[in-house]
């Protein structure tokens, strides 16, 4: 089993979104804008988990992660290029997320996002956040 495997089933499902040049991993947001990057692009990050109550005796739990995928684009010039660069890119990725089942856990819905969007240095980032619920059972 990998505890992380959601994330690799949620980069390979956006590899092919049309207008995305790249789907990075990167270990955390704070690193989003440091990163040199092909643009249009989303990065796939780990936000975490919240682990439920336990079942039967404390062998079984249930972990529910949560997944961020950031848009970054390149923003044009002009005062209203912000929603119409990511509009459409939005749409297609919120699409092709919503309801997908990674190996080994629950199918993805989405949830709020861990902030707002943001724009800094001529590109806009546009923050998604997914979750997704994993059953593990001890090793007994």
């Not at 989303?42 to 995928?69: F, I, K, P, S």
């Not at 923003?75 to 997908?100: E, H, K, M, N, W």
């Amino acid at each position: 089993m990998d505890y992380l495997g959601a994330g690799a089933d949620i980069v390979a499902r956006l590899q092919d979104v049309p207008g995305l040049l790249r789907v990075y991993e990167p270990a955390d947001l704070s690193v989003l804008e440091a990163k040199s990057q092909a643009t249009p692009c989303a990065h796939v990050v780990y936000l975490g988990d919240r682990v439920e109550d336990t079942n039967q005796g404390g062998a079984t739990h249930v972990v529910e992660q949560t997944w961020a995928v950031v848009l970054v684009d390149k923003l044009a010039a002009g005062a209203d290029t912000r929603q119409a660069a990511f509009g459409p890119l939005l749409a297609s990725v919120i699409t092709r997320l919503i309801g997908y089942k990674p190996r080994l856990s629950s199918p993805l819905a989405r949830i709020n996002p861990p902030g707002r969007p943001w724009y800094r240095n001529g590109y806009g980032y546009y923050p998604l956040a997914f979750k997704t619920t994993l059953r593990l059972k001890g090793d007994l």
